[in-house]
């Protein structure tokens, strides 16, 4: 019993805005590294998003609770396994980094410390050092989020002190004729290349996702969670934005390095001595961005262990509140393929799955407002919502498919005749994706607005999201989609051969509990999602809501006026701070009714 508890027990609450924003900073800095011009703008309409999720649902998995309340746990599990698996692949490669840049700080070759080993005609570089170093990272995050967010933080102060510096240093030392032209005339297919870029690199910007699955752990998460994600993209943006125009001022386009491209910089214009700071800095960078890329993933692997995916020994926290398992799991994966592979080819799998996350998670808040299980519906407006939603999608998807074909083919045997029947083809459906985000808004009224954080400028933020992160899709290989596919199913028919059973044994253990009131009192202290009804009006037991949210006893359980008679809804007073109620999905239900003609004087509403 105690190994239950402890698997399903909360994670320790001690994290702050503060911790919050280094949890950001620390990954995106560091897993962005090599990749500072990139597209920040689908990365900030997801990060709003999110905080309107996070504050709903603080929960560890982040983008799975969401996906999964929504859109089911298939749909999650798919999505977010493909999010996991880049996770270690980025970490792994991130990480294969640091021997490189310790040489250089010691003045030394850069395969210095890495070991060549053929066997079968083939050649291995094996890394010892990112091998430890990624075991060291883990013993630190098992420790506890306290101990290992904290010194998180004070890495990650050092390295934006760096950072800053290298900035200083740069413009010190800028040439305004770099920036001539400032469009390059040399490439015809200038934007492509330049949005190509955007979606290669588009990994630097999955340090928020590292912040709200934090949620958990976080002391006040209504106000440090919007704080967290926001804050900790708009510091890495300028940041990024800061380094992205140091570096075209100080060297002309065509002579900067690909490899170690600071460091060749500030060669370049005289700064030899300054290829060491880059080098710290990097260092740094490096030791934050893995840090951070295991805790993330670790909390996204123990919440989809507890929804029964995967075997739930995996979601067991430690005696100091943390996914000591999952976290191990991780680590040792990302330490294992680091000792052995180099990702240099691997880059659209990374970001294909970050894409995919943001482009999901924009749908399900969208389909979370509109659409509240169990609440009052007419087929007529069913169909208005799902017709909107599928509009967005498809004219988002149809422009990606116009903008992707060749420019230069020719139609009836005419040059140029197709790339005119293009731009109108473009702009006609640019305005449909205009005019869809305001037709939502004028005749698909929510159904459910949270009362915490709420995405602004809703719907357009959320279908912008959906447009860009469709359209930075359409830009990757089609050789990173093919390893998707395959990478898809396998994880599917993992899901067939266990996840299914397992979910099931799950709800079975669930209608026993819920027919035994005494177990009820006990196991709603643990798992109280498992059995909380969000019924309106319903007799006991008329209505199960899906795992979907949580909340702590701040939040005040018996202020939300439920007309069904539950002994899962208990009051703040009953279980403590260890109460985790579905409240989002309870309260969405109350405010839904509530709204809702009815004569039924049994509707309940929320407080």
Known sequence: MEMDAAEKGPLKRSLGPLGLTAVGVGLMLGAGKHHEKTWAISAYLSCFCYSEFAV??????????????????????????????????ADAAVIRGFSPYFAVLLNLPGDFFLYNYTAGGTTYTIDWWAFGLTLAI??????????????????????????????????????????????PQDHPDQWKEIFNGACIAFFSYIGF??????????????????????????????????????????????HI??????????????????????????????????????????????????????????????????????????????????????????????????????????????????????????????????LHLFAMIGFSLGFVLIWTLPIYNTVDGVEGKWKDQQYKWLIGLAVLCAATPLSMFLFCKPAYIP?????PLYPLIPCASIFINTFLLGQLSM?????????????????????????????????RRDGDPSKNDHDCELVAADCCRAAAGGSQGSCRCKVVGARDASLKVAELELAA???????????????????????????????????????????
């Open 56 to 89: 709903d649902m603080p929960l560890a998995g982040a983008a799975y609770n969401y996906i999964a309340g929504t859109l089911g746990e298939f749909v999650a599990w798919v999505v977010v396994s493909n999010l996991l698996f880049e996770y270690i692949l």
């Open 138 to 183: 883990t013993a630190v995050l098992a420790l506890g989020a306290k101990e290992s967010t904290t010194a998180n933080t004070i890495i990650t102060i050092i390295h934006v002190v760096i950072m800053v510096f290298i900035i200083i240093a740069g413009f010190s030392k800028a040439d305004r004729s770099n920036f001539e032209p400032f469009f």
């Open 209 to 254: 996702d590292a912040v709200a699955t934090a949620a958990e752990e976080v002391v006040d998460p209504s106000r440090a969670m919007p704080v967290g994600i926001l804050g900790s993209m708009s510091i890495v943006s300028v940041i990024y934005v800061l380094m992205c125009v140091v570096l075209c001022l100080m060297v002309p386009r065509q």
């Open 257 to 386: 390095s690909k490899d170690a491209t600071f460091a060749v910089a500030f060669e370049y214009v005289g700064l030899p001595w300054a290829k060491y700071v880059v080098a710290l800095g990097a260092l740094l960078g490096i030791v934050t961005g893995v840090m951070m890329g295991i805790y993330a993933p670790a909390r996204i692997l123990t919440s989809c262990c507890r929804e029964g995916m995967l075997p739930p020994v995996m979601s067991w926290v430690g005696p100091r509140q943390t996914p000591w398992v999952a976290t191990w799991i991780i680590g040792i994966c990302v330490a294992v393929i680091a000792l052995f592979t180099d990702f240099a080819h691997l880059t659209d799998m990374v970001s294909i799955g970050t894409l995919i996350v943001f482009w999901f998670v924009a749908v399900a808040l969208i389909w979370r407002r509109m659409h509240v299980p169990g609440a009052p519906k007419t087929l007529l407006r069913w169909a208005n919502q799902l």
């Open 451 to 455: 009362s915490g954080y709420k995405v």
């Open 479 to 511: 050789e990173s989609y093919q390893r998707f596919g395959w990478w898809t199913l396998g994880v599917t028919l993992l899901y067939c051969v266990y996840g299914i059973f397992a979910a099931q044994v799950k709800d079975d253990k669930t209608q």
């Open 565 to 607: 008679s539950d002994p899962c809804l208990l009051t703040a007073d009953r279980v403590g701070s260890k109460v985790m109620i579905d409240m989002a999905a309870a309260a969405a239900v109350a405010t839904a009714v509530a709204r809702a003609p009815s004569d039924d004087s049994s509707a309940a509403g929320a407080t």
